[in-house]
């Protein structure tokens, strides 16, 4: 390759353009310490570094004996300080996962498989020293809550399990998928354009469950993977990059003076000429393989989201013909595509420039800030054999900007009916294939956000339904469901359904609303008119399509209306998998009783992740933030 961190070759190769590289990789070089959770290393007694080796000595024995059983290791650093933490271990062996946790303590350790990344929507085991023979399988779905004990004990505790002079280390295992409705499916991880896994740990001296304090940690590993302990997550998705592109080119501001707003949006863009990307002679356009972000580290605190978009030029700022590409939110390290899929650019009219958005949060309206934040793209020279495309689905031009929603628990659901696909992938007459493939799929709100569904309706049944069971937009502003690729068809429609509570009104901020998802597909669609395809809400009406949806707005009588499956098992150890990308099942009643629910509003709001809406894509938005385990 000719492109990579070392050796860029992307753009001109002025004194001042090497500067600006030197910088750029400085900061990425920021950017890779600041968003890669776990640390790895080939000797795991390198961990808990802090400590001698006479303090280490039962971690060092037990590594030496037992860590031979796993295929990979990571650290996790504690909330409170980064040289302390845990070390986690794993294997996969058939249908069934083995860990093993390591921290310092002498009372409790929790382990769990995270929805979003936080202890809301978790699956976890308990481990008390005072009762060493049992490990709790438990479950969270309730705000900081205790965990409850799941009706079905699916984790084992494993022979090695040691508690010995301060420390405690862990083994347990259980199945991949164990058809619990209480527990998180494992699913294969290893594709980098799919969501790791997240996890999480918390730990303490008390022999009762009780608050850990800043003893907890958080992080996402790719499980199924077969890297070597070197490497973390962050390294081979830039090593991936860098091996499989030509180049690469950089977006990033220059010092923006970020305004001393709550809620502000910047827009940027540049042409091909201004990103001086260098191309082989006669050649006039690149494929986009995968981005990385850049972030500034003095103003990292205000940088809640990117959105990129291609667009005709620089003074276009039509919605019907820009095309979506990427962004990026806080806890996204980046994202490789297939290596036989891209994103065209510079290719046709349309795309001839790169348009960023950023939005920038300063909820205690601070002063003086400047940011040279951005992102790194990825790209070859030829074109791959799919072109890649974004449907946006629900409210993505947020056409409900400025509307009231009813305190208590709500639901928006926007349906895009059959003949919007059919509009798109019936036009092809030749015989062949007039499916796209589904390979990603991203949901959407904000604060007062606590479930999202994206349905895939085919007839009368739902054949795909992409889950985020207990919506945690601290955690993730948008979030990637894990899900395998499945196939859309000529009159399918969709079902994009938001639950709210105590929400305030659509709009922009974080403290407002959204409900948009959005699907990344092959090969990309058009429209007659050569728009990119996209079902937005009535009463806008796209030119050269049947793609509108049309919404139904329902107050909901309670918890029970959210119809989620994680926590519900029913009393039964073996329930029906919820997890299949691809089953089929009747359609969900869209009218329950129409009752408002009074519900205590969060304590604490906190400003996370915002918005997304109108210009939005996030490929592979794993945040994992804080874990708070009471």
């Not at 007694?45 to 990979?72: C, G, I, M, Q």
Request: hydrophobic share 35%.
């Amino acid at each position: 390759m000719t492109g990579s961190l070392a050796n860029p070759s992307s753009t001109t190769t002025s004194p001042i353009t090497a500067v600006k590289h030197f910088i750029s990789r400085a900061i990425l070089v920021v950017t890779l310490l600041l968003s890669s959770i776990t640390t790895a290393c080939a000797d795991a007694t390198s961990y808990f570094p802090t400590l001698n080796t006479d303090e280490k000595e039962d971690y060092t024995n037990w590594v030496n004996a037992h860590s031979s059983s796993y295929s990979r290791h990571a650290f996790m650093p504690s909330a409170g300080n980064q040289e302390e933490g845990a070390a986690i271990f794993w294997n996969i062996d058939g249908d069934t996962v083995h860990f093993a946790v390591a921290v310092q303590a002498e009372g409790l350790v929790g382990f769990g498989i995270s929805e979003a990344g936080g202890m809301i929507g978790s699956d976890m085991a308990l481990y008390q020293a005072s009762n060493p023979s049992e490990l709790v399988d438990a479950y969270v779905v309730q705000d900081r809550s205790m965990p409850l004990t799941d009706d079905c004990q699916d984790w084992t505790l494993e022979g090695a399990t040691t508690v010995k002079n301060g420390w405690m280390i862990v083994e347990m295992s259980r199945l991949l998928d164990t058809n619990d409705g209480q527990d998180h499916a494992i699913k294969n991880d290893v594709d980098l354009w799919s969501p790791p896994t997240r996890i999480i740990a918390a730990w303490g001296d008390h022999d009762t469950m009780s608050y850990h304090g800043q003893k907890k940690a958080r992080g996402s590993v790719r499980l199924f993977a077969h890297y070597s302990n070197e490497l973390t997550e962050m390294q081979v998705l830039l090593e991936t990059l860098e091996e499989g592109s030509d180049g690469y080119f950089d977006f990033i501001e220059d010092e923006f003076a970020i305004p001393t707003e709550e809620t502000y949006y910047h827009d940027s863009c540049r042409t091909f000429e201004e990103l001086n990307i260098e191309l082989p002679e006669g050649q006039s356009m690149i494929t986009m393989i995968g981005a990385v972000p850049i972030l500034d580290e003095e103003t990292a605190e205000f940088v809640h989201h990117f959105t990129v978009h291609l667009r005709k030029d620089c003074s276009d700022e039509s919605s019907l013909s820009r095309t979506m590409v990427y962004a990026w939110a806080p806890g996204d390290e980046g994202w490789a595509l297939p290596n036989d899929i891209g994103f065209p650019v510079f290719d046709n009219v349309n795309n001839q420039a790169v348009h960023i958005q950023i939005h920038y949060d300063n909820p205690s309206l601070i002063a003086g800030a400047k940011d040279s934040s951005g992102l790194r793209f990825y790209y070859t020279h030829d074109e791959r054999t799919h072109r890649a495309g974004i449907l946006e689905v629900g409210d993505p031009w947020l056409l409900l900007n400025g509307e009231s929603i009813d305190e208590g628990l709500t639901q928006y659901s926007f349906t895009c009916p059959g003949t919007c696909s059919s509009s798109l992938l019936g036009k092809e007459r030749n015989g062949g294939d007039q499916s796209v493939t589904i390979i990603s799929e991203f949901l959407h709100m904000h604060q007062t956000g606590v479930r999202m569904t994206n349905e895939v309706i085919r007839g009368d049944k739902v054949f795909h339904k992409a889950v985020a069971d207990v919506y945690d937009f601290d955690q993730q502003g948008v979030f990637h469901v894990s899900q395998d690729s499945y196939k859309v068809l000529p009159g399918d429609s969709f079902r994009t359904t938001c639950y709210y509570k105590d929400g305030s009104k659509f709009g922009l901020s974080s403290q407002e609303e959204m409900c948009i998802a959005y699907i990344m597909y092959y090969p990309a669609k058009q429209s007659s008119l050569g728009k990119p395809w996209v079902c937005p809400h009535d009463p806008w009406k796209t030119f050269g399509t049947d793609c509108t949806t049309e919404l139904d707005y329902t107050v909901l009588n309670g918890v029970d209306d959210l119809r989620r499956s994680f926590g519900d098992s029913s009393g039964e150890c073996e329930v029906e998998s919820s997890t299949d990308s691809s089953t089929t099942e009747p359609a969900e009643d869209e009218h329950p009783a129409t009752i408002t629910f009074p519900v205590q509003a969060p304590s604490n709001p906190v400003s996370g992740a915002g918005w997304f809406g109108v210009s939005f894509f996030l490929p592979f938005v794993s945040a994992l933030i804080v874990v708070i385990l009471v």
